[in-house]
């Protein structure tokens, strides 16, 4: 591996945390943007808004499916590539579905282009987070992923809201031009800083999908893609409840989407600083608070106090689980720790998918804005029974410890 300056080395973790940051502003931007929007793509907008909304959220499903579809597709085929190419390659792709995004006639381009722009994003995470690591040294995988998801988290503070003032005042398609020039900006900081390296010729499509055969890698993808569809039951949906519901002007829902995005970044934190400590508490622990938090929202959220403080909780729970179900991905993935890697963040949309789906059919069938939150309770709590399950199924598995002997995510390849 490449020998770095400490300036060098500083500019690639920004490069790769601001490749999450465009993520972060290209996936979550266009949950405050749906009603913008479907005014603009959907002729029977004025006629039923929530309906017409309902089926705008369709454009985070596409997303989702886009992520579930392109993460270990992409981790495959790219097994034995050099991850520094993969990632050059895979920030100028996010470039060119977001540009497509930006310009799309119709709603059924715009959700087309929305599927192709989610390709690379679980493989980027991936690369991202095993680059990282091996440019914080031994010992800091979880610090690793953290900082690779902490662009994601940090977008949801400043980038989103910001994306969703531009997409308010000058249209939601500037929300996307705005992206684009994210990704250009990493991919240039990137092909500056990132370490050249070879590839891994020993590695396959076949051997890393092997690791599919591992119950174990299943049942975790389940946990993430139940346990996360209980944030996207809510947080698809969230400006409907901070306009609809708690009375706030649709110029606050920025500041709602910025609190949503403080939390995640201090989860994030101390998501990746625990999971270095302890795993297994650190899952269990944060899908406990992630469910009491949801209980608070669906409870609370009517009153702005009660929005503002839930959300913030949201925020924090719901993003400590990010780093640690990817940690203990790549841990049981074994040799194929780039698919383990990429497979939480299709499990992620998977998630992204089922949460805005149930939710968006909750509200279309009439039982109100707040509704998803009792779907994202009952989401949570399903993630949680699966994680003890999966922790049950390690024990009986005598292999488990030793699936990881050997595995060295520093090094080169």
Do not use: C
């Not at 690639?12 to 945390?17: F, Q, V, W």
């Not at 959220?57 to 992409?74: D, F, H």
């Not at 690369?127 to 690779?148: D, E, H, T, W």
């Not at 308010?168 to 929300?175: E, I, K, P």
């Amino acid at each position: 591996m490449t020998t770095l300056t400490p300036t060098r080395r500083s500019i690639a973790l920004l490069a790769i945390a601001l490749g999450g940051f465009g993520i972060g502003v290209t996936e979550f931007a266009s949950m405050g943007l749906l009603p913008d929007i479907a005014r603009d793509l959907l002729p029977k907008f004025s006629e039923s808004p929530e309906t017409e909304i309902a089926r705008a959220g369709t454009l985070i499903t596409m997303y989702a499916l886009g992520v579930v579809v392109g993460a270990p597709t992409i981790a495959a085929l790219g097994a034995k590539a050099s991850q520094t190419r993969l990632a050059f390659l895979l920030l100028a792709l996010f470039i060119l579905g977001t540009l497509a995004s930006a310009f799309a006639p119709t709603f059924e381009l715009l959700s087309l282009f929305r599927f192709i722009a989610a390709l690379p994003h679980g493989a980027f995470f991936a690369v991202g987070s095993l680059l990282a690591a091996r440019l914080m040294g031994p010992g800091n995988q979880g610090k690793g992923i953290a900082l690779a998801l902490s662009g994601l988290t940090i977008a949801n503070i400043v980038g989103v809201p910001i994306a969703t003032w531009l997409g308010q005042h000058f249209g939601w398609r500037s929300a996307y031009l705005m992206v684009a020039v994210i990704f250009a900006v990493a991919l240039v900081l990137a092909f500056y800083s990132f370490p050249r390296h070879t590839g891994d010729a020993t590695r396959t499509a076949g051997s890393e999908l092997r690791a599919f055969k591992n119950i174990r890698i299943w049942i975790m993808i389940a946990v993430g893609s139940i346990g996360f569809g209980g944030f996207f039951a809510v947080y698809s949906y969230i400006t409907e409840v901070s306009t609809q519901v708690a009375g706030l002007s649709a110029s606050t829902v920025p500041w709602v989407l910025a609190v949503l995005g403080i939390g995640m970044t201090i989860g994030n934190m101390i998501g990746g600083w625990a999971s270095d400590r302890n795993l297994t508490k650190t899952v269990l622990f944060g899908f406990s608070a992630f469910i009491v938090s949801l209980v608070l929202y669906t409870l609370l959220a009517s009153s702005k106090v009660g929005l503002f403080a839930s959300v913030f909780l949201i925020g924090v729970t719901q993003s400590i689980l990010i780093p640690s179900i990817q940690a203990r991905l790549i841990r049981i993935a074994g040799k194929a720790a780039l698919l383990g890697a990429a497979v939480n963040h299709s499990a992620f949309n998977i998630g992204n998918a089922l949460g805005a789906a149930l939710g968006g059919a909750s509200i279309a069938a009439g039982f109100g804005y707040l509704s998803p939150g009792w779907i994202g309770i009952g989401l949570a709590a399903s993630g949680l029974v699966l994680a003890l399950v999966s922790l049950t199924v390690t024990r009986w598995d005598k292999r488990a410890d030793r699936d990881t002997v050997g595995i060295d995510i520093i090094s080169g390849r």
